[in-house]
């Protein structure tokens, strides 16, 4: 049959088929797989990406202006900011003009890349109230998708004037300025994780084999995965662009599932061997079950993935495309390569034998969970109600979350550039993070439109919230209108959100009233596009929750054939999300741990994160979810009571989930060790959910439900009886020898 072999009527289901042919094909399964990775990373990196463009990413309203910007013809150059300020003296003052005068020359000095250099001494709207600070403004030449590209050797010049002048402030801000240094930030905490990561998940494994070829396997494989991902990814992007955190996500989740997929399948192999068992017949025996296993978890894992192409926004498309790419690589890779390698290397897999390391045991069984369960089991209702208990306590703080979209604030304070954000914003407040109206119309320059945009002027201001200067910018074809200016706040927090509620609610609506029909008027800026994506999370998320719990539920009714389980199932996933958004609340929202991990509150959550770690965790929970109870169902199929199967069940698989849980907490804190907000948010958020799922819930709530439950666990009504099933068919029992086949040559079996 292709390299598989039916032995005493056994049955195989589609992983056990992969693992024989691989095993009969181990050469063109080995190579097959390492010429995809050479060829998609070649290709990707040959191809480079095609990244999200910021009319791409917005929401609403905000979306809705940035497109009508995006195609208006607008030559938008990135205006960059050099800060001059002094304690003591003025801007009237002479030694004050004098450093403002070293600026501007340092600067004009760029001409290949400077223009329109704007001397605060000629415009009111460049100096601060109290005289104190003023701001040298000047654009780079071209497109400010470009500029980051330019801008350092400028940087330098400001940081030599000042050096020139150390009682003075003189530093530099502004979009291209800014978004060199995030993108640096970016790139060197990637590098950070993409070394860390390997050797990290190298040392748990060692400790969890205790041989060294056992140990890299997986390592060898997840890494391999990622890398093939992201080439893929890379190609992808040219017909769906790319988010800048996709690169990311691949390597962390990849790591994570490919490690735990390969994981699953190896121990169970060697579980089968220590048993006495040939080994054609182990690989066969861990591909039937725990590859089974892996590939149902991997479908359930693209399943939740997939959710996120609900939430309405280009970035969590390119999220959710990386992830199912890197997920559905990470199964082919498990169910193809691994079981060729296991067939090749046979005992070899045991050599590398690390010094006072324990070997990874014969029968898998968990004294330390066998310690855990005998209360547990002993006691089912109470360890249900006290764990069940205390995970609803942590979620409590969920309901207070309060999101907002990552900004310059949010960068860590030990950038210098940071520093300076701040120092400007307090001087110029709003002056950083403008608002802009845009207008379009057949012809904005029309007498009616600019009777309006003095009105506006004048409403803006009476209103306290929003400030001078107010810039007026056209298209070349005069349909377009921007409208420029500050915002009260520091852009995302009380004060900006409610500036911007006056301004879409109080203003412009009366001044529009007076414009020509068919005029189209929308509001972006940063304040803008926090609340639209905002808000478009909580139009969305009842959508992306429906889809990922109804076809998880779907998948797991086929696959154990119980209406219970994928209700039990959801049910406990949602309080370990539940509770880790609490403990996210708890530490970044509300601030604890701030010196601990290295981080400044801004007293919210990135707004994207939530339903990116509802998705991520759901599926993530899921691995361990079905990997457990098709070993517990594998045994109640046997005749063994559920009771005692579930024990056993646990024991056996308690090693291996533990193992892989360490595995991912690893992964996934080295992400939270990172100086981004948002990826150390989410790497905390992801390795406490994991923690929270790999203990509480499956060594404690998982096993006391299905105690209390009995029987029930497999409850299936009559009129369901017709579903299919997605169940491991591998039938091969400890009861009844399996019949070894004849072998060739190679060692590959043929037909019994």
Known sequence: MGGGAKANG???????????????????????????????????????????????????????????????????????????????????????????????????????????VRNPQLSATQVSRDGHSALVQFDIKGDQDDAKGKVQPIVDAVAKVQDTYPDFRVEEFGFASAN??????????????????????????????????????????????????????????????????????IL????????????????????????????????????????????????????????????????????????????????????????????????????????????????GESRFWGAVLRPVLAHPWVSMIVSGGLLLALAVPAFQMHTKLPSFTDLPKSLAIVDTYARVQNAFPGSQTPAEVVVRAKNVRTKAYA????????????????????????????????????????????????????????????????????????????TAGTHDFNELMKERAPFVFAFVLGLAFVLLLLTFRSIVVPIKAIILNLLSVGAAYGILIMVFQWGHLEGLLGYTSNGAITSWLP??????????????????????????????????????????????????????????????????????????????AVLIDATVIRGVLLPSTMKVLGEWNWYLPKWLEWLPSLASESSFTDEEEAVEAPVDAHGVPGPT
Request: no cysteine.
């Open 10 to 116: 056994a049955r195989h289901n589609a992983a056990s088929r992969a693992a024989g042919w691989s095993a009969a094909h181990w050469k063109r399964a080995t190579f097959g797989w390492l010429a995809f990775v050479a060829a998609a990373v070649l290709l990707g990196t040959a191809s480079g990406s095609t990244t999200l463009k910021q009319e791409d990413t917005a929401s609403g309203e905000a979306a809705t202006a940035e497109h009508i910007l995006a195609h208006a013809g607008f030559r938008r150059p990135a205006t960059e900011s050099v800060l001059v300020q002094s304690k003591t003296q003025t801007v009237h003052d002479q030694g004050f003009s004098s450093v403002i005068g070293e600026v501007i020359k340092a600067v004009s000095a760029f001409k290949k890349d400077v223009t329109r």
């Open 252 to 363: 962390l989740v990849g790591m994570a599932v490919g490690v735990d997929y390969s994981l699953f399948y190896l121990r169970r192999e060697r579980e089968e061997r220590g048993r006495g068992h040939s080994p054609h017949n182990s690989l066969l025996r861990a591909a039937g079950t725990s590859g089974q296993a892996v590939l149902i978890s991997g479908v359930t894992v693209l399943i939740a993935m997939a959710g996120m192409l609900f939430a309405g926004n280009t970035v969590f498309t390119s999220i959710g495309l990386g992830t199912m790419i890197v997920v559905f690589v990470a199964v082919v890779g498990s169910l193809s390569v691994l079981p060729a390698l296991l067939h090749k290397l046979g005992d070899r897999v045991e050599k590398g034998r690390v010094p006072f390391v324990k070997k990874g045991g014969k029968t």
């Open 180 to 249: 060199h240094v995030i993108d640096k930030t970016l790139q060197e905490d990637f590098t950070k994780a993409e070394v860390l990561s390997i050797p990290v998940t190298l040392i748990i494994l060692v400790l969890a084999f205790g041989t060294l070829v056992a140990a890299g396997i997986p390592v060898l494989l997840a890494f391999t995965a990622v890398l093939g991902a992201i080439g893929l990814n890379q190609l992808l992007s040219h017909v769906l662009p790319t988010s800048d955190v996709t690169k990311s996500v």
């Open 611 to 688: 339903l990116f770690l509802f998705v991520i965790l759901f599926g993530l929970s899921m691995d361990y979810h079905v990997f457990i109870l098709s070993r517990i169902k594998e045994l109640v199929d046997r005749g063994m009571p559920t009771e005692q199967a579930v024990e056993q069940g646990i024991k056996t698989t308690a090693g291996t989930v533990t193992s892989a849980a360490i595995v991912m907490v690893a992964v996934f804190g080295i992400f939270g060790s990172l100086r981004e907000l948002d990826i150390k948010q989410m790497g905390f958020g992801l390795a406490v």
């Open 451 to 526: 009777i309006a945009y003095r009105q506006f002027r004048q409403t803006a201001l009476v209103t306290g919230e929003l400030f001078q200067p107010f810039h007026v910018f056209f298209s070349p074809d005069n349909t377009v209108a921007r409208v420029e200016f500050s915002i009260a706040g520091d852009g995302d927090n009380e004060a900006s959100q409610h500036a911007l509620q006056t301004l879409r609610t109080q203003v412009i609506p009366p001044i529009a009233t007076s414009l020509p029909p068919n005029t189209e008027i929308a509001v972006t800026g940063q």
